[in-house]
């Protein structure tokens, strides 16, 4: 059994056991706390040469206000009822994409399966369960390649050996599936270096030098693809629409890798314009020449000057005439639309084909065709239609993928980038020593229990720069962050992205398009504050971050000592294990820490 650090002085956060039987169990905790060496499990200000009897004295005032604000609680202070668990039909909700209800709404022509988050809209708060036989993920780097079945909603023919490689799970033990058998390995390896070769690279190891820093990949099967390109330092995420079994995104966190909901039906992906080194589709379903060209559009507004459009299709051969097929050619409307959008088809081998995104802006004038080009320079498009113009040369950020050092300026982020330095070391070593094992301990720390690399998939709420990303990487740890920028906070995505890493737009008034239990540590600073002022409810955030949070995922907010104040009362009542931190550096931020129970009782 583990036993979390915090559990020596927040069991009074558990459900509700009578009052004096906690004041009881606060006074022995705190008689503990000052038998004990002044441990550094319980020193929550790094600050190790406070003194023994003053850390006696911070916890014992801890303790008491802790002591206080249950009592306000438990005489019904607060204003949310018994919050109750979903049913079993809400294991796997993603709020926003219910078909059902979006074909009621009179959605129809694909559109059913867009997100609609003002039809779903329901204000029933229930926590949503775990499956009967869930499982915490195996610990990264196992996890990438063995995953819990019983943590996955899949159909039983994505078991069989029929259907394409990438697309076959190998179930090894009743209980488990594995995704690294070596004919698969081999085939993505020869798969990679494929696309090398016809860009024009030695080996696919040149991925990153060659300017391919962020990768979207489109339909990502279970990963494979993306799992060996960040094996090889590019940053690449998973776009796949929501499917109700069998969810290729579902699949992808549980083994670690980025992803999130999406798809091309009638909206803009949430990410900036120019963000992308390369889009990748492997038959991922979606049928391009269909709508004017309109998802291509869509391609081409996401791609950098120079980028690369990789498209491995089998139907694309059928494109030709039936009576006169074109062996190896892709349907003419894709090869002469592209050209309209100043792409270069590089090379064709087999069933791929790679585009390139011009280089040379003169292409957008010079060229004969009756796409327009969009009025108006770099805006925030969060969920817009799609777009039937193209945005040609009308950016700032107009710079060639293979032409980068002139790209991302540190000055600008430089003080964010010294915060989180110092931000990690003061106050991210609170978990370290417990979910990170290679964490240097400190004299007289506890050994971290074990499983060790508890974190994996990391989603940063509002992510600023993306400072905790670069932190975390500086400090050798194996994560991934979702960097989210929140709609209505400073624009800072088309950064972060420059930066090589991942990130979205979201608005937090809204659900995010991920599945449940995909993330193992959540992190918002200041964002309790950012929703307040937007006019959202934190109840509705709240209920939320404890959706797509694994059992016994961690949170960590930071804000001003009020909303972290009334985000610890709702803490308390979803039962999540909570613990207000004071930095004690004279200002009125405070930290939130908590972790989400396994089995809520
Ligand atoms: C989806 O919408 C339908 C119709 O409004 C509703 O009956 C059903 O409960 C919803 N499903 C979920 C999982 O919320
Ligand atoms: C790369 O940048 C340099 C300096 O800004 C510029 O002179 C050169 O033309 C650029 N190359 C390309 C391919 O855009
Ligand atoms: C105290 O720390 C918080 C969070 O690390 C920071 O935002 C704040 O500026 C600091 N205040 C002072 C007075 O140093």
Sequence with gaps: ?????????SIVFGPRPPLNWLLLCIVSVVVLIALLESSSSIAFNSVTSTAKSDTYRKLKEQAVSDYQELRSVSTGASKIQEVVLCGKDR?????????TANLLAGFKDGEEFDRHCEVSRDRQHCLVRSPKDYKIPLNWPTGRDVIWSGNVKLSKDQFLSSGTRTKRLKLVEENQIAFHSDDETDDIKDYSHLIADMIGLASDTDFNQAGVHNVLDIGCGFGSFESHLLSLNSMAVCVAPYELMGSQVQLALERGLPA?????????????????????????????DQKDGLFLMEVDRMLKPGGYFVLTSQISRQYGTSTNPKKGSISTSIEEFSQKICWNLLAEQEETFIWQKTTDDSCYTSRKSNILLCKGGDVQSYYQPLSHCISGKNSKRWNPIQNRSSGVNPEDFFEDSEFWRSSLRNYWSLLSPLIFSDHPKR?????PLPPYNMVRNVMDMNAHFGGLNAALLEAWKSVWVMNVVPVGAQNTLPLILDRGFAGVWHDWCEPFPTYPRTYDLLHANGLLSHI???????????FEMDRILRPEGWIVLSDKLGPIEKARMLATQIRWEARVIDLQNGSDQRLLVCQKPFVRK
């Excluded at 059994?1 to 002085?9: A, E």
């Design 91 to 99: 294991e796997n909700y993603v709020p926003c994409y219910n078909v």
């Design 443 to 447: 004299p007289g720390d506890e050994d």
């Design 260 to 288: 999130i909901i999406g798809n091309f039906i009638s909206r803009q992906l949430p990410f900036p314009s120019l963000s992308y080194d390369m889009v990748h589709c492997a038959q991922c379903g979606i049928v391009w």
């Design 1 to 9: 059994m583990r036993s979390p650090w915090y559990k020596k002085l």
């Design 532 to 542: 307040a002022s937007e006019g959202c409810s934190m109840i509705d955030l709240l």
